[in-house]
T-cell receptor, first 109, second 112 residues
Framework: KNEVEQSPQNLTAQEGEFITINCSYS?????LHWLQQHPGGGIVSLFM???GKKKHGRLIATINIQEKHSSLHITASHPRDSAVYIC???????????FGKGTRLHILP | VTQTPKFQVLKTGQSMTLQCAQDMNHEYMSWYRQDPGLGLRLIYF???????EKGDIPEGYSVSREKKERFSLILESASTNQTSMYLCASINSGQGLNQPQHFGDGTRLSIL
């Protein structure tokens, strides 16, 4: 079983829909990152969380440390949000970063 | 974070150095490879000049950190299973390791 699991693996939605991508992890962590990778492009760090909630524009990230779960929400989704979203955690045991396999999001106009 | 080259094609057995440079005075730098269905996997990381630590898949690779701003990934004898997208990242670990990672745009490497 992977230490970081994301769901769904693939998601297609209509423009304007509210999007939720989930991340569950099984190790103790000191931080959780949400990353965005556009097709053929580099990776951008969206959020770094250790507790609570963060908001940036139409993106919201939440984390529940007790439940070992984080969600990334996109409000009023737009075709330019189409990308792979990756959850990554930093293990508090050895400081290594463990990545989820990503969620491929496709927003239709 | 700047990676060079962006694309490279090698023959099996050739050697290659992938370069990564950052101008943010970050102490922590790392190399990953990204493969379809496997996600990102950590190859090596470095906390400081001259220091290096093995990640999850260091076999077949070595690294060099002679200067703080540069972290090189070396393939001594390329093999076809090293065909991948390679990503470099850095963190300002001077403020604690829980900082956002800054990624380069990647080097796409093909081994024939």
């Amino acid at each position: 079983k992977n230490e970081v699991e994301q769901s769904p693996q693939n998601l297609t939605a209509q423009e304007g829909e509210f999007i939720t991508i989930n991340c569950s992890y099984s190790v103790g962590i000191s931080a959780l990152h949400w990353l965005q990778q556009h097709p053929g492009g580099g990776i951008v760090s969206l959020f770094m969380l250790s507790s609570g909630k963060k908001k940036h524009g139409r993106l919201i990230a939440t984390i529940n440390i007790q439940e070992k779960h984080s969600s990334l929400h996109i409000t009023a989704s737009h075709p330019r949000d189409s990308a792979v979203y990756i959850c990554a955690v930093r293990s508090n045991r050895d400081d290594k970063i463990i990545f989820g396999k990503g969620t491929r999001l496709h927003i239709l106009p | 974070v700047t990676q060079t080259p962006k694309f490279q094609v090698l023959k099996t057995g050739q050697s290659m150095t992938l370069q990564c440079a950052q101008d943010m005075n970050h102490e922590y730098m790392s190399w990953y490879r990204q493969d379809p269905g496997l996600g990102l996997r950590l190859i090596y990381f470095s906390y400081d000049v001259k220091m290096k630590e093995k990640g999850d898949i260091p076999e077949g690779y070595s690294v060099s950190r002679e200067k703080k701003e540069r972290f090189s990934l070396i393939l001594e004898s390329a093999s076809t299973n090293q065909t991948s997208m390679y990503l470099c990242a850095s963190i300002n670990s001077g403020q604690g390791l829980n900082q956002p990672q800054h990624f380069g745009d990647g080097t796409r490497l093909s081994i024939l």
